[in-house]
T-cell receptor, first 111, second 114 residues
Framework: QQQVKQSPQSLIVQKGGISIINCAYE??????FPWYQQFPGKGPALLIAIRPDVSEKKEGRFTISFNKSAKQFSLHIMDSQPGDSATYFC??????????FGTGTRLQVFP | DTGVSQDPRHKITKRGQNVTFRCDPISEHNRLYWYRQTLGQGPEFLTYFQNEAQLEKSRLLSDRFSAERPKGSFSTLEIQRTEQGDSAMYLCASSSDGGGQPQHFGDGTRLSIL
């Protein structure tokens, strides 16, 4: 019940396209859902986050869509750029406790 | 730079040796977390502190692992009698109190066991 399932494992997108990464969770008590971006040799960097009382949050080219009834949330990267090439992790947490991470999606954006 | 700082960045050691890592959190954050990340996987929770109190430990944290946060500031993670399976990136994160507070990560310590 603590798992967060993430797909796809890898994603190849052309420059200017839309990248979409999906996550699903089981524990309905989770109250915070962040997305992290990680470059090789670096720690995860917080990208955007959402709470379950909101269905969508947008920050620049990054949007989280949240479907509470389906227990799913997704990250959309609009106008994908080569600099967006990285590994993306969804995560979930309860009351600021430990983050439960998905397995990651390796995104490659080709010019 | 006021982010989370970890030291050392890389540690190479022989099997059976003890190693210690340090994490300096963002100064106003009273929560500090340790995670472990192996190649191609997401970070896995090890333990976390609120101020100097260790509130939760994962079952991943065997008795060879110990973490401290004296005075509620920096934290250390020690691994005794290292094993090949301990090779990983050890990540530290910090946050403010309460639910919905973002955790900010350092760049980790990469441990390689020869």
């Amino acid at each position: 019940q603590q798992q967060v399932k993430q797909s796809p494992q890898s994603l190849i997108v052309q420059k200017g396209g839309i990248s979409i990464i999906n996550c699903a969770y089981e524990n309905t008590a989770f109250d915070y859902f962040p997305w992290y971006q990680q470059f090789p040799g670096k720690g995860p960097a917080l990208l955007i986050a959402i709470r379950p009382d909101v269905s969508e949050k947008k920050e620049g080219r990054f949007t989280i869509s949240f479907n509470k009834s389906a227990k799913q949330f997704s990250l959309h990267i609009m106008d994908s750029q080569p600099g967006d090439s990285a590994t993306y992790f969804c995560a979930a947490t309860l009351r600021g406790d430990k983050l439960i991470f998905g397995t990651g999606t390796r995104l490659q954006v080709f010019p | 730079d006021t982010g989370v700082s970890q030291d050392p960045r890389h540690k190479i050691t022989k099997r059976g040796q003890n190693v210690t890592f340090r994490c300096d959190p963002i100064s106003e954050h009273n929560r500090l977390y340790w995670y472990r990340q192996t190649l191609g996987q997401g970070p896995e929770f090890l333990t976390y502190f609120q101020n100097e109190a260790q509130l939760e430990k994962s079952r991943l944290l065997s008795d060879r692992f110990s973490a401290e946060r004296p005075k509620g500031s920096f934290s250390t993670l020690e691994i005794q009698r290292t094993e090949q399976g301990d090779s990983a990136m050890y990540l530290c994160a910090s946050s403010s109190d309460g639910g919905g507070q973002p955790q900010h990560f350092g760049d980790g310590t990469r441990l390689s066991i020869l």
